[in-house]
């Protein structure tokens, strides 16, 4: 009795170990073998070789950590100013366009011919604006491109509200404002934090292509062009790959605090039917 019960305390453990194995193995194993046929295919590349080996990438990152640090500090507090500045806007504009039709017939063409625009015809109309040395024409950058999603998301989420649901709290006697933060803001929550983490990785993409069009010397974004026309090509996908980690961890975060926000969502979608 007493063996069996000690097996049956244990046995979850492995469970969880296994069912990790499964999930991260795959993923793992072909991340190796990429970065394996990488080195190989990229060592052969004679002189001129645009793609170096990771082993050149590492050793570059290393060389050059003071540079591709303070640039990436740089980089990141655009991203984050940005996406501050796109998500506040898109929170302001979908509540307006949920609550009003006048604002929604207004607002939701403008908010769609403006994600409409090229980034690359943008970038210097807003350094422009804002001076090229300004980080907040980067951030502006990066709240265009995080501002469309927002809207659409949240307005999503808190017009398409089951009528059900409604009639159940018009039955309470609930009024317009009990409706909006009892029903509505937590059907909206999903559809936020989705935009947000889409927008997160805009975020990036928007401060670093608005960094190609001029800015000081000490963002990634020039690091990559400067790196890029001395031939320095370890050093500019050190800088790029350096990107892509701060916008994945950015993600990351989001997810969390996603978790931590509306547990009730992940625990209904994780829950195994």
Not at 13 to 30: C, M, N, Y
Not at 73 to 80: K, R, S
Not at 115 to 141: Q, R
Not at 179 to 207: Q, S, Y
Request: hydrophobic share 55%; glycine share 8%.
């Amino acid at each position: 009795m007493t063996a069996s019960t000690g097996q049956a305390r244990r046995s979850p453990l492995p469970a969880a170990v296994s069912e990790g194995l499964r999930q991260w193995a795959p993923p793992i194993v072909v991340f190796v073998v990429v970065l394996i046929a990488w080195e190989i295919w990229a060592s052969g590349g004679g002189f001129f070789n645009p793609v170096p080996t990771p082993t050149a990438i590492w050793a570059a990152l290393f060389e050059e950590w003071g540079l591709l640090s303070s640039s990436a500090t740089a980089t990141i507090i655009e991203a984050l100013g940005g996406l501050a500045i796109g998500t506040t806007a898109g929170l302001i504009v979908g509540f307006l366009t949920s609550r009003w039709a006048i604002a929604r017939d207004i607002l939701l063409p403008l908010a769609i011919g403006a994600s409409t625009i090229p980034i690359i015809a943008v970038a210097p109309i807003l350094n422009n604006w804002f001076g090229v040395l300004n980080p907040l024409s980067k951030m502006s950058m990066a709240a265009l491109l995080v501002f469309f999603p927002v809207v659409i998301n949240v307005t999503r989420g808190l017009v398409e509200v089951g009528p059900a649901k409604l009639e159940l709290m018009r039955s309470y006697a609930a009024d317009d404002t009990t409706v909006l933060w009892k029903l509505r803001v937590p059907h909206m929550l999903p559809f936020f934090f989705t935009a947000l983490k889409v927008g997160t990785t805009l975020a990036f993409i928007g401060a670093i292509v608005g960094e190609f069009f001029g800015g000081t010397s000490n963002v990634l974004g020039r690091v990559v062009l400067q790196a890029i026309s001395a031939g320095k090509f370890d050093v500019a996908w050190a800088a790029i790959i350096i990107g892509a980690i701060a916008a994945i961890l950015a993600y990351v975060l989001v997810t969390l605090i996603e978790r931590a926000v509306i547990p009730w969502y992940w625990h209904i979608h994780d829950t195994p039917e």
